[in-house]
């Protein structure tokens, strides 16, 4: 290293610290980035490659940002999973000897942001932990904008911590003590045990600590001390640790909230579209983002859940209630990551302003819930810290209108500090002395044009024109500047008048950073009040989000019951409902139970609505299960305590599986996790493989649900064979779209009716279309001779069948007949015997056939 210069040696050592990231050097007007980091910077970032000289051999690749729109760069490689590492001069370049002192002074991650301008509102930026102790797996979360931390723990493999973890869509990843396998679409640090073992954790963790298990501890302890490692300031407001059991609320896997489009949609990944973006009523960031949390989280906890719909059916019922409250709530800003990044010690006076604003809205908000006559608004009300007091602290140190950097002055209200306000009357008296210096001079010297002005470089100044330099009084005028058409003054007044007001400013702008930084450590000091306040106002705005997307679109409350049932009266896909044209959606009943319509088998043709009819289904549980109303004309509800989906097809390319085994493994994930009280929808297993293979593997899964895990399931198929299992297995029951063919035209009537459908009509939906005529005219005449060679071949293999099974021997003996079959062909020839060849269609006898074919390949 000793080629290089003494600059690029100090970048390569503090680079040598931050290896992972990128190092964001300062020097001068520019952050400056080099070899390697320049490299992938300009191409990620589209800035331009340069190069300078190091004093190497070779030019070093160098590309650069102004720090003023730094920012903006940063958030760019943060979304792209990148770290940044920024290096700022921490000495005065005028005063240093040798090269400028440098440091890292704070390492920004994905998990890891705090500014506003790199955050969404009305969403958290999580990062999570995954640790192994005991046997079990500890998974922490946590948002430092907001302060927020959840723990838990369970049994299970590193797969299924890493499924709970994935529940908060955290932006990075830290595992502590596990083999380094796992493979998430994030960034992901691994931690040793021993270093987290010997981190140092504050007080206030180790007091809260004790509750909980070995497993939850460490992930806590890599939580912290990966963030200790990055972050360089105070982190007081994250003080609470929150500990959960995921078995009190809803589970989904990833498969599922993916397939339901909860918070957003599976084409372009947007929130318009999902169930997050219907019910986004809410008036604040914080209330956004708990909303998310309550899709993404649904209860079980029944006592809980009526709470929650008692409040919204109170709100829904009170128009101006409810209007008062969305009134109150718009004018709260985002208290949540106001308190943190006070306690983060970057939040600005307009911060502590919109805080102040924030808090001046409570009073009313508290007396309008204290009024509205519901026992759970009243409970949210009585438990609201006004914080009046720092309102109050905050209206009197501080102007309405501030400027955005806390180095500017002009923050601090008059009377708050009695040294400020002397500061202020002195520049302000000096400065309307020199107000009046100028009238003064043009009269004393007769120079109409005199002019008393001021700048950065020269300070306060007299200008004469040349044409009145003969006029400028003798002795009295010193020469401070010359222009090219005129000269600049000053008097010995003027001068000491100068040196009082620059001074006083001096003062006054460090004076009032000084009380700014106090101001702030003194609100700092209430953050776990703020914290509490933003919670319930949270919840509030979340309880009206719901009554007002409820009243507006017509849903009801929900009946919750412990029956097993599931009735649903004219129910209705909530998003489909929404994009459609309220009158024009078909509305359709449910009927389940855990008895006789335990399964409800679903046929009919693509584009008829089957899919729409399940994702409903589930989207109405987890809205009753959030505490929301719901739509459709009534609900009888009983608590789900997981859902399973399989709709839709996708490869899944980088881990090497085809659809089919897509299929197979989500569908084998709810074969092995769900209970009776889960819901399960499945739409066409076995469609990626052989006619009879897929037939046979629906059937078995169906009989599996029914016989071994009794959940509510919605299964739909285009094997219309499989109907028949109505007849032969209890619980289960057919259902259909109803289609309706009209002068060769299929038309979609979105209605879901009892019975199964009469044939999957492919063909015409392939006319919808749109494909060649051609096509459409040719598949019609080869589906004909199919259906007429498949009774014709059935009927074939039938009397092949008898031929091959009655060809038995006689005994001389005793002229009775001896039988050589064996065991399973007996088997075989009893069912036949029993089979009624009439009732049966033609696909039904060929599948009959397979079945017997199978069995006797076996003997």
């Known amino acids: ?52 000289d190091g004093g190497g051999d070779e030019r070093i690749p160098m590309c650069g940002v102004p720090h003023h729109s730094a920012d903006a760069y940063i958030a760019e490689l943060l979304k792209k999973g990148y770290k940044v590492a920024v290096c700022e001069q921490v000495e005065d370049p005028k005063a240093a000897k040798g090269v400028v002192r440098r440091e890292v002074t704070r390492v920004i991650t994905p998990g890891t942001m705090m500014e506003g301008k790199w955050l969404t509102d009305k969403e958290n930026n999580y990062m999570a932990a995954i640790a192994e102790a005991d046997g079990r797996m500890g998974i922490a979360a946590c948002d430092m904008s907001t302060g927020e931390m959840y723990v838990t723990s369970l049994f299970g493999t590193a797969g299924a911590a890493l499924d709970e973890a994935m529940q908060y869509r955290p932006k990075e990843l830290v595992v502590c003590g596990l083999s380094q396998d796992l493979k998430p679409d994030m960034p992901v640090t691994y931690i040793e045990t021993g270093a987290v073992n010997a981190f140092a954790v504050d007080q206030q963790y180790q007091d809260q600590a004790r509750e909980l298990d070995l497993a939850m501890r460490l992930a806590v302890n890599a939580l912290l001390h990966y963030i200790g490692s990055t972050q360089k300031r105070s982190l007081s407001h994250m003080r609470l640790i929150k500990r959960y059991d995921a ?47 309550w899709i993404e989280r649904p209860l079980l906890n029944k006592s809980e859940l009526e709470a929650r719909l008692d409040a919204v059916e109170h709100l829904k019922g009170d128009m101006l209630l409810r209007s008062d409250v969305r009134a109150c709530l718009d004018r709260v800003y985002d208290l949540e990551r106001l308190a943190g990044r006070v306690s983060y010690g970057n939040a600005n006076a307009r911060d502590l302003v919109q805080l102040r604003l924030s808090l001046e809205a409570v009073p009313e908000l508290r007396q309008l819930l204290l009024n509205a006559g ?40 008059p009377g708050y500090d009695e040294y400020l306000d002397k500061l202020h009357t002195a520049s302000r008296e000096g400065k309307n002395w020199i107000a009046q210096l100028e009238q003064a001079e043009r009269e004393a010297t007769g120079i109409r044009s005199l002019k008393v002005g001021f700048n950065k470089v020269f300070g306060y100044y007299i200008e004469v024109s040349r044409a009145n330099l003969a006029n400028v009084p003798a002795g009295r005028y010193e020469r401070k500047q010359t222009l090219a058409n005129a000269e600049r003054f000053i008097t010995p007044e003027l001068k000491e008048k100068e040196a009082l007001i620059l001074e006083a400013e001096e003062k006054m702008v460090e004076l009032e950073y000084q009380l700014f930084t106090a101001i702030r450590s003194e609100v700092a000091t209430h953050i776990p009040r703020l914290q509490g306040l933003a919670e319930r106002i949270a919840a509030v705005d979340v309880l009206q989000a719901f009554a007002t997307v409820s009243e507006e679109r017509g849903y009801v409350r929900p009946e919750l019951v412990t029956t097993g049932e599931c009735v649903i009266r004219e129910g209705r896909h909530p998003v489909v409902e929404a994009v459609l044209d309220r009158e024009k959606y078909v509305a359709n009943d449910v009927e389940m139970n855990q008895s006789d319509r335990q399964i409800l088998l679903i046929t009919g043709p693509n584009m008829a609505g089957k899919s729409t009819y399940m994702r409903q289904i589930a989207l109405i549980v987890i809205m009753a299960q959030i505490g929301c109303f719901v739509p459709a004309k009534a609900a009888k509800l009983s608590l789900v305590d997981q859902i399973f989906t399989r709709i839709g097809a996708a490869d899944d390319l980088v881990g090497g599986h085809s659809t089919f085994m897509v299929e197979m493994l989500e569908t084998k994930h709810a074969l092995q996790k769900a209970t009776a009280q889960s819901l399960i929808l499945l739409d066409e297993i076995g469609r990626g493989t052989s006619t009879y293979d897929g037939m046979a593997l629906a059937q078995a899964v169906i009989e599996y649900i029914r016989e071994k895990i009794g959940a509510k399931t919605l299964f739909s198929t285009h094997y219309h064979e499989l109907t028949g299992l109505e007849e032969s297995l209890p619980g289960v029951v057919n259902v259909h779209a109803r289609c309706e063919e009209r002068d060769g035209k299929l038309l979609f009537l979105h209605k879901i009716e009892p019975g199964r459908a009469d044939k999957s009509y492919g063909i015409h939906v392939a006319e919808l279309a749109e494909m060649p005529g051609r096509v459409i005219e040719r598949a019609r005449e080869i589906l004909a001779g199919l259906e007429a060679n498949a009774a014709a071949t059935s009927a074939q293999e039938v009397q092949m069948t008898l031929d091959a099974l009655w060809a038995a021997p006689v005994s001389a003996a005793k002229e009775e007949p001896v039988s050589r079959l064996s065991p399973d ?29 199978q069995r006797l390949k076996k003997t």
């Open 825 to 853: 062909e007996e088997t075989v020839m009893a069912e036949l015997r029993e089979l009624d060849l009439n009732q049966m269609t033609p696909m039904e006898a060929m599948l009959k056939l397979y079945e017997w074919r």
């Open 374 to 413: 519901s026992r759970v608004l009243t409970e949210l009300a009585e438990g609201m810290d006004e914080c009046a007091d720092i309102a109050a602290f905050l209206r009197s140190a501080l102007v309405d209108d501030p400027p955005v950097s806390v180095r500017e002055g002009g923050l601090i209200r």
């Open 247 to 293: 078995k009190q609320y809803l589970q989904m896997d990833n498969f599922s909230r993916r397939n339901l489009e909860l918070t957003e949609t599976i084409r372009d990944k947007s929130k318009k579209g999902s169930l997050l973006w219907l019910l986004d009523r809410t008036e604040t960031a914080m209330g956004g983002r708990l909303l998310r949390r």
């Open 1 to 52: 290293m000793a080629q290089y210069t003494p600059m690029i040696q100090q970048y390569l050592a503090i680079k040598r610290e931050y290896p992972d990231t990128f190092l964001f050097f300062r020097l001068g007007d520019f952050y400056e980035l080099f070899f390697d980091d320049a490299i992938t910077a300009s191409r990620e970032l589209e800035i331009t490659l340069t190069g300078r």
